[in-house]
C-alpha cells in the first residue's frame, strides 16, 4: 500500500499541492498501477486516478482468491491488496467396490483418474473422469458389476456353471469327474478303468 507521502498537502479529496511547488497547481491523486494475478486479469487496464475501480478475474481453471474488484482511494492508496488465482480443486475420489483407481490424493483441473474392476468384474458407467474448471468431475463413479461367465457359452463348462462373486466354477453330473482343465467332464468309470490299466 502506498501513502501520501512526505512532502504533499491535500486539497481535495482528489488532488493535493506539492509544498514549494508552483502557486495554484494541483495534481490528481493516483494509486501505484497494477498488474494482473498470475493466470488471471484485471479491466481495465491503466486506471490508477481516484476513484477508479479495478475488477479481476482468473483464466478458465482458476479460482479468485481475495477481492475481485478496488478502488482507488484518496490517500493514494487501492481498497484491497491484490488477489490472487488458485488452481481449482477437485473433490476426492474413492475407488468403486470391487475395483481401483489410477491415481489417488489431490486432483487439480483438467487431471484425469481412470478406473479398473478386478477380475471377474466389468465396469458400469464412464471408464474415466476430468476435474472440471467448476470443481466438478465430469462423470459420477463407475460401478463394478460381477461378470456372468455362465450367461456365455455355458463358461466353457462341459455340463453345468455356477456362477460367484468375481468367478464361476464347473461342475460335473453324476457319474461324472472333473478334467484336469477345469472344463471338462468325463466318465468317471472310464477314468478309473484308465487309472488301473496305467497303474498295471
Not at 486516478?49 to 492508496?77: K, P
Not at 474413492?94 to 491415481?103: A, C, F, K, R
Request: glycine content about 10%; overall charge negative.
Amino acid at each position: 500500500m502506498f501513502g501520501m507521502g512526505e512532502g504533499r498537502v491535500s486539497i481535495s479529496s482528489d488532488t493535493y499541492a506539492v509544498p514549494n511547488g508552483p502557486p495554484g497547481v494541483a495534481y490528481v491523486v493516483q494509486c501505484p498501477a497494477l498488474t494482473p494475478p498470475d493466470n488471471g486479469s484485471l479491466s481495465p487496464t491503466g486506471v490508477n486516478s481516484y476513484n477508479d475501480e479495478v475488477m479481476f478475474t482468473c483464466n478458465q481453471g482458476y479460482q479468485l482468491e481475495g477481492a475481485s474488484s478496488v478502488r482507488c482511494q484518496a490517500n493514494r492508496t487501492w481498497s484491497s491488496s491484490l488477489p490472487t488465482c488458485r488452481v481449482v480443486q477437485c473433490p476426492a475420489l474413492t475407488p468403486p467396490d470391487n475395483g481401483s483407481l489410477s491415481t489417488t490424493g489431490v486432483s487439480y483441473y483438467n487431471d484425469e483418474v481412470m478406473f479398473t474392476c478386478n477380475q471377474g468384474y466389468e465396469l458400469e458407467g464412464a471408464s474415466s473422469v476430468r476435474c472440471q474448471a467448476n470443481q466438478t468431475w465430469s462423470s459420477s463413479v463407475p460401478t463394478c458389476t460381477d461378470t456372468d461367465e455362465c450367461a456365455a457359452v455355458n463358461g466353457r463348462c462341459d455340463h453345468i456353471c455356477s456362477n460367484f462373486p468375481g468367478g464361476y466354477r464347473c461342475f460335473c453330473h453324476l457319474g461324472f469327474v472333473l478334467m484336469a482343465d477345469a472344463h471338462g467332464c468325463g466318465e468317471q468309470f472310464i477314468i478309473i478303468k484308465e487309472l488301473l490299466a496305467v497303474g498295471t
